[in-house]
């Protein structure tokens, strides 16, 4: 199942996104994607990401799978200002 939902996102992004790898991990509430991008900012990642997983939905959904909303994590040493949500670290 992971390897066709990476297989899945590689086939349908366009060089231009600036995909240089992703990962698949089984989560408790479905799959979580992590994409390393070449971007030339946080904002322009951000767009990237988007546009990634906007272009893969219909494919996803042809193959039974139900995209959610994307969802950004902190990264290891980076902080905010906001507060995680509730039950998140």
């Known amino acids: 199942m ?6 899945l996102i590689w086939a349908h992004t ?4 600036g995909l ?5 991990k ?4 479905g799959v979580d994607v992590y994409l390393f991008l ?5 904002a322009a990642a951000l767009v990237q990401a988007h546009a990634i997983l906007d272009g893969a939905r ?14 950004r994590e902190r990264s290891p040493g980076e902080h905010s200002d906001r507060h995680p949500p509730s039950g998140r670290p």
């Open 38 to 42: 070449r971007a030339a900012s946080e």
């Open 14 to 17: 366009p060089a231009a996104h």
């Open 20 to 24: 240089e790898h992703l990962r698949t």
């Open 58 to 71: 219909a494919p996803l959904r042809a193959h039974g799978y139900r995209p959610g909303e994307p969802r």
């Open 26 to 29: 089984a989560a408790a509430d």
């Open 2 to 7: 992971l390897a066709l939902l990476s297989d």
